[in-house]
């Protein structure tokens, strides 16, 4: 998260002609996102987080090398496994919560915070579990901007009030540096992890769409996001697998 920070503060004012753009853009020529319901694939991304979350200190030693949680099989959960030339490089997952669907990591561990809100109507992505290879990586500093791309496309096609980002303090600045995200509270004990978790909250609307400009890689078509959210079918024993749209909307500016 640190080199993604870096690499980041350079690019935070650029236009869609900036070297980090068309890096990402590059970059995602070679990646596919995967709806993961169950099989070998699940497994995999378990073993990623588990291995991601003991070397960073988030967990200890687990049995089985695999770290999933109660929240994994919720109806309104998505798990997605990212993958470069073929090889899982990162994983991340989200829950679109609301009044009707009030599960998700964040309202278990802020309900101070998310409870009235969720009564009242607001609707939010809850974006967890972000765990990276990081000797898997094609440059330094590039796997969160391919992995968080999927929030931004949740964004576009639930068109919640805000996403909700659970992480630690000092990874902070790149979340508001790149996404504008607001720190709701102070760092606290957060279920299934060792370290404290603050918790942030980027607003959509207006900050999505200057964020969506800043960084056309964020961009994708109505196809890719219904590919990945109109049907979560959790009893898939195949991943669905997505190719990135950002490159379309791009070649058609």
């Known amino acids: 998260m640190d080199a993604a920070g870096n690499d ?3 690019g935070a004012g650029a236009n869609a002609g900036s070297a980090l753009n068309r890096s990402i853009m590059q970059l995602l020529e070679h990646v596919d996102y995967r709806l993961i319901t169950g099989g070998e694939d699940l497994e995999a991304i378990y073993r990623l987080r588990y291995q991601s979350y003991l070397r960073s200190g988030m967990c200890g030693p687990i049995a089985s090398g695999m770290f999933e949680d109660r929240w994994d099989n919720l109806p309104n959960s998505y798990r997605f496994g990212v993958y470069f030339d073929g090889h899982l490089v990162s994983t991340l997952r989200l829950h679109y919560i609301s009044r009707e669907h009030p599960y998700s990591p964040s309202v278990d561990a802020y309900p101070e915070i998310l409870a009235e ?13 972000f765990a990276t290879d990081a000797d898997s990586a094609p440059a330094p500093g590039v796997l969160p901007f391919l992995t968080l791309r999927l929030g931004m496309v949740a964004s576009s096609y639930f068109g ?4 909700l980002t659970p992480v630690k303090v000092e990874h902070s600045a790149y979340y508001a540096r790149i996404f504008h995200a607001i720190q709701r509270t102070e760092g606290k004990v ?3 992890v060792l370290a404290p978790i603050a918790l942030f909250e980027i607003p959509c609307g207006e900050n999505l769409r200057q964020t969506l400009e800043r960084f056309p890689f964020f961009k994708s078509t109505p196809v ?18 997505i190719v990135p749209t950002a490159k379309y909307l791009r070649d058609a500016a």
């Open 190 to 192: 957060f279920p299934g």
């Open 160 to 163: 919640q009030t805000a996403v």
């Open 8 to 10: 980041a503060q350079a």
């Open 224 to 241: 890719e996001q219904r590919m990945m959210f109109a049907n979560p079918a959790i009893n898939r024993l195949t991943p669905l697998s």
């Open 117 to 129: 809100r969720l009564a009242r109507g607001e609707t939010f992505i809850d974006g967890t579990r």
